[in-house]
C-alpha cells in the first residue's frame, strides 16, 4: 500500500486525528489509540504486575502507579465508549502476583466491555486467570486492514504477512535536541509503510529512541496533547 495512503488531521480534542489506510484513527496523550470505525481502544504494554514484582525484589516502587494506570483506562474507556478494548501485548507483567487483584476488581467495572489480549512475551500468567476475567487470548488478530502484534516485524516478514501490522513491544520514543546539549526522549507513536509501533501505556516502563527513516510519520507524546514531528 502506498504511503499517500497517510494523511493527518489535528482536531480540537487533546487527541491526534489521523488517517490510515482509510481509517480514521486517534491518538491520544494517554498513549493508546481510538479506532473509530471499529469502536476499539488499542493500548499496548501496559506492564501490570511490574510494580509488584520490583517491590518483592526490595526496590521501592510507589504502591499507586499501577491503580494509576487502570485509572486512566477507565477515563478513556468513559470518553470513548468503545466496544472493544485490545491489548497489544503484555498486559501483565510475568507472573502472578498481588497486583492481579487490581486487574480483577477494575474488570468488574466494565462486564460488558469486549476485551482481547495479543499475548506478548511477559504474558504468561495461565490462561484460565484470563478467562476467568472475561479476556480473549490470540497470539495474532486480522481486524482488516489491520493486524494485531506484539512484536514487530522485519521488513522480510511484513513481505509475507496479510495486514498493516499495529505492534508494541519495544516502547518506542524519539529523541529530541535543543540548543547545546539539551535533549529528551519522549514516548511516540512510529508510523511506516506497513506497520504501526505504539508507546508503552504503561508509566512504569523505559522507552527506546527509535530512528526515524524518510517514510515514517512519527508522533510524539507530550502531557496533554500528541503532537507531528515528522
Sequence with gaps: MPFTTF?????????TAFKLLDQDLLLTPQRAIYWQQEKALIAA???????????????????????????VLSDLIHEYRPEKLLFLGDLFHSDMNADW???????????????????GNHDI????????????????????PFLMLHHPQSETELNELKGYVLCGHIHPGVNLKGKGRQSLTLPCFAFGKRQGILPSFGRFTGRV??????????????KDKVMAIA
Design 7 to 15: 494523511a493527518l488531521i489535528m482536531t480540537m480534542s487533546a487527541a
Design 45 to 71: 504494554d501496559v506492564h501490570l504486575g511490574k510494580v509488584g514484582h520490583f517491590r518483592k525484589a526490595g526496590i521501592a516502587v510507589p504502591r499507586d502507579m499501577e491503580q494509576d494506570d487502570l485509572a
Design 101 to 119: 487483584e487490581w486487574l480483577r476488581l477494575w474488570r468488574q467495572q466494565f462486564p460488558k466491555l469486549r476485551i482481547i489480549l495479543i499475548r
Design 125 to 144: 500468567v495461565h490462561d484460565d486467570h484470563y478467562h476467568q476475567l472475561n479476556i480473549e487470548l490470540h497470539s495474532s488478530l486480522l481486524m482488516a
Design 209 to 222: 529512541a527509535i530512528r526515524s527513516i524518510a517514510t515514517d510519520r512519527i508522533f510524539a507524546v507530550l
